[in-house]
Each structure stands twice: as structure tokens, then as C-alpha cells.
T-cell receptor, first 120, second 107 residues
Framework: EVQLLESGRGLVQPGGSLRLSCAAS????????MSWVRQAPGKGLEWVSA????????YYADSVKGRFTISRDNSKNTLYLQMNSLRAEDTAIYYC?????????????WGQGILITVSS | DIQMTQSPSSVSASVGDRVTITCRAS??????LAWYQQKPGKAPKLLIY???SLQSGVPSRFRGSGSGTDFTLTISSLQPEDFATYYC?????????FGGGTKVEIK
């Protein structure tokens, strides 16, 4: 069974930094691209970033480009999101998601999500 | 960026009704479209990928169709567990984008 478990500090001040982790199990982690998707309170889904299975290719939404960095450690089966220069509008539930096998960047497994609040 | 526009934003329906949700892309995305279901307080769940392929374990009352710019999610006979919010998502190109969501409510 695929399991994805996000972790990280929940409250950070504007301008601050935070690293999210997503521990994966139940599948061959290095064989799958992974992604982060967020959802502001009461709002819809927003894709944030994606990374290939090897980690060599990364992609970002314009809203986070230059501030967030996605990475992975395949030896630890863990996905990361380093978030810098955080803003109030980054407040959201952050989900890590496993990309479907076969080429299309659709998400067939999701973590339970972690609420990140950017506030002073 | 490719914009995804869902309609309606909400729909009221009864158990047993047929419900149709549409998603329009601002440019052609071939069949690179997925549909997700999200219930309150839960993570989204993949229902349909590649426009019309049913994800494993998803009931056959869910059907996806379309290609290019216009797509449809149809629930053939609404069940109590189907009351939720539904999102489309394009995977044709980065940045990936979601539709704004359609909330299916009890009539």
C-alpha cells in the first residue's frame, strides 16, 4: 500500500523559511516523479512543484519560482520542499503526491496534507 | 499557462441523478486530463486519468470523455458517497493547472 506522510513545522513568520518532508513507502520511490500541491483555506487546488524520479528535472509554479526548491533523497525515500521568503499567501495545506506511472503527470496517491500558516 | 475552466461551480442533485461536469482548457491538451474527487478534510482522490481511463478501484458510474479543449465528467447515478468537490487537472504542459472545482451538493 502506498503511503505518503508529510511533516514540517506548521507556523512560520512572513519572510521566514521552512522545509517540508514527505516520507514515502509501499512503492519503488526512485521510479516515480513526485509533486507538491497546495490548497489555501476554503480554496481550490494549486500545483506547486514537481520532480522527476532521478531528481534531475524540476518544475515550479510561477508563484513559487525562485523561493521554493523541490528535492528528493531516493536513499531515504523522502521528498522535500524548501520554502523561503514565505508570504501570507503561501498559507495552505500542502500535499505531496505521487505521479501516475506512464508519463502523464497526474497524481494517483496523496499524503494527508500538512497545514502551513504564514503569520506574525 | 493553460487555464482550466470548470462549470458549473456547484450543482444540487439527488441520489440516483445523472450529473455532468465540464472542463474547458484554454488551449488544446490532447487527452492529458484527469479528474479528482475531494471530500471535506480529505486529500483529493484520482478518479479518471488520460481523459477517459478509470483509475483502479473507482466505480464504473464515473465516466470521463473529451479531448482537445472540452472534457466531461459524468456520474451516471449519483450515490450518497459522491457528494464532494470535483476538480479537473491538465498535464499537457508545465505549469500544471487545476480547474476551480465543482461542488456536488445534496438537493
Amino acid at each position: 500500500e502506498v503511503q505518503l506522510l508529510e511533516s514540517g513545522r506548521g507556523l512560520v513568520q512572513p519572510g521566514g523559511s521552512l522545509r517540508l518532508s514527505c516520507a514515502a513507502s509501499g512503492f519503488t520511490f526512485s521510479s516515480f516523479a513526485m509533486s507538491w500541491v497546495r490548497q489555501a483555506p476554503g480554496k481550490g487546488l494549486e500545483w506547486v512543484s514537481a520532480i522527476s524520479g532521478s531528481g534531475t528535472s524540476t518544475y515550479y509554479a510561477d508563484s513559487v519560482k525562485g523561493r521554493f526548491t523541490i528535492s528528493r533523497d531516493n536513499s531515504k525515500n523522502t521528498l522535500y520542499l524548501q520554502m523561503n521568503s514565505l508570504r501570507a499567501e503561501d498559507t495552505a495545506i500542502y500535499y505531496c503526491a505521487k505521479v501516475l506511472k506512464g508519463g502523464a503527470t497526474h497524481f494517483d496517491s496523496w499524503g494527508q496534507g500538512i497545514l502551513i500558516t504564514v503569520s506574525s | 499557462d493553460i487555464q482550466m475552466t470548470q462549470s458549473p461551480s456547484s450543482v444540487s442533485a439527488s441520489v440516483g441523478d445523472r450529473v455532468t461536469i465540464t472542463c474547458r482548457a484554454s488551449q488544446g491538451i490532447s487527452s492529458w486530463l484527469a479528474w479528482y474527487q475531494q471530500k471535506p478534510g480529505k486529500a483529493p482522490k484520482l478518479l479518471i486519468y488520460a481523459a477517459s481511463s478509470l483509475q483502479s478501484g473507482v466505480p464504473s458510474r464515473f465516466r470521463g470523455s473529451g479531448s482537445g479543449t472540452d472534457f466531461t465528467l459524468t456520474i451516471s447515478s449519483l450515490q450518497p458517497e459522491d457528494f464532494a468537490t470535483y476538480y479537473c487537472q491538465q498535464a499537457n504542459s508545465f505549469p500544471l493547472t487545476f480547474g476551480g472545482g465543482t461542488k456536488v451538493e445534496i438537493k
